[in-house]
């Protein structure tokens, strides 16, 4: 089975500041990534996903991801955050029939 | 489109007591999952159904967790008898298709067992 790490628990940073948020995973077969965010008290939102194709992937709100199979990252970037980008993010994978999350990681937007 | 809806939102009960909790998906989409999601920790999957029959439940505690999916529609999750670590927010998602398509997300039941 599948497994994934977020290496990074918290992340503070400055407003307007660039950020990335660091995904790994493992897995013996071809896979499905997925970066969601959770807002208090609310259910996560899908913010982009890899299938296949193109190893860079654009999602709302400005966010990217880059898919690296030889390092197993799928690490999330945007280059300036703001005051409600401030949520829980999740990284996960896939293999088609099982899906697993990440630990998350808070991102603290200050200003 | 209406969103994945959950009820209730909240529910406090002592252990040993018996709670259930409701998802109604998004219409058309034919998988449902329900995640147990402990403070601090991601959405660990208790089991997806693909409209009423189970795909996987193998990290469903089924000592005491059941759960169905009626006309493969709506579902109900079930917890007999609670225990002080089910303390948890469980999620209820619905997706049009296997694991591989976007997920959508309802709001989420937190339990607290006291």
């Known amino acids: 089975a599948q497994s994934v790490t977020q290496l990074d628990s918290q992340v503070p940073v400055f407003e307007e500041a660039p950020v990335e948020l660091r995904c790994n995973y493992s897995s013996s077969v071809s896979v499905y990534l997925f970066w969601y965010v959770q807002y208090p008290n609310q259910g996560l939102q899908l913010l982009l996903k890899?299938?296949?194709?193109?190893?860079l992937v654009k999602g709302i709100n400005g966010f990217e991801a880059e898919f690296n199979k030889s390092q197993t990252s799928f690490h999330l970037r945007k280059p300036s955050v703001h005051i409600s980008d401030t949520a829980e993010y999740f990284c996960?994978?896939?293999?088609?029939?099982?899906?697993?999350f990440g630990a998350g990681t808070r991102l603290t937007v200050k200003p | 489109e209406a969103g994945v809806a959950q009820s209730p939102r909240y529910k406090i009960i002592e252990k040993r007591q018996s709670v259930a909790f409701w998802c109604n998906p998004i219409s058309g989409h034919a998988t449902l999952y329900w995640y147990q999601q402990i403070l601090g920790q991601g959405p660990k999957l208790l089991i997806q159904?693909?409209?009423?029959?189970?795909?996987?439940d193998s990290q469903l505690p089924k000592d005491r967790f059941s759960a169905e999916r009626l006309k493969g529609v709506d579902s109900t999750l079930k917890i007999q008898p609670a225990k002080l670590e089910d303390s948890a927010v469980y999620l209820c998602a619905s997706s049009l298709g296997g694991t591989a398509y976007e997920q959508y997300f309802g709001p989420g039941t937190r339990l607290t067992v006291t």
């Open positions: 996960a994978v896939s293999d088609g029939d099982d899906m697993r």
């Open positions: 890899y299938l296949s194709g193109s190893t």
């Open positions: 159904f693909q409209n009423n029959g189970v795909v996987d």
